[in-house]
């Protein structure tokens, strides 16, 4: 599975971003999606991620309330929804594909190449 993750950019904070995550070469409708992030100097962290048949979703605290994941399976395609954006959600943003519901990197099989996102004060 190759996944190619799509949306970044330069927002305000407060603003909104989607990012997309389009996964080609085998069908991802049996995995589990997962959205990392990295900011600079820091450790990759989960950030949520999605059940195969999109029915569950789970949160990072910090994210909670604000981040939306969902998935189009019939496009391939996983979604994350940013909503008031703050300058701490700066990072890469990635995602990642999983046989199961996990928030641990070391779960997860497949890696896309990542997205800067960037929320400006």
């Known amino acids: 599975v190759q996944l190619q993750a799509s949306g970044g950019g330069l927002v305000q904070a407060g603003g909104s971003l989607k990012l997309s995550c389009e996964a080609s070469?085998?069908?991802?409708?049996?995995?589990?999606m997962g959205w990392f992030r990295q900011a600079p100097g820091k450790e990759r962290e989960f950030v949520g991620g999605?059940?195969?048949?999109?029915?569950?979703?789970y949160y990072a605290d910090s994210v909670k309330g604000r981040f939306t994941i969902s998935r189009d399976n019939a496009k391939n395609t996983v979604y994350l929804q940013m909503n008031t954006l703050k300058p701490e959600d700066t990072a890469v943003y990635y995602c990642?594909?999983?046989?199961?519901?996990?928030?641990?990197?070391?779960?997860?099989?497949?890696w896309g190449q990542g997205t800067l996102v960037t929320v400006s004060s």
């Open positions: 990642a594909a999983s046989t199961r519901l996990t928030t641990v990197i070391e779960g997860y099989d497949y």
């Open positions: 999605i059940s195969s048949s999109g029915g569950t979703t």
């Open positions: 070469g085998r069908s991802n409708n049996h995995y589990r």
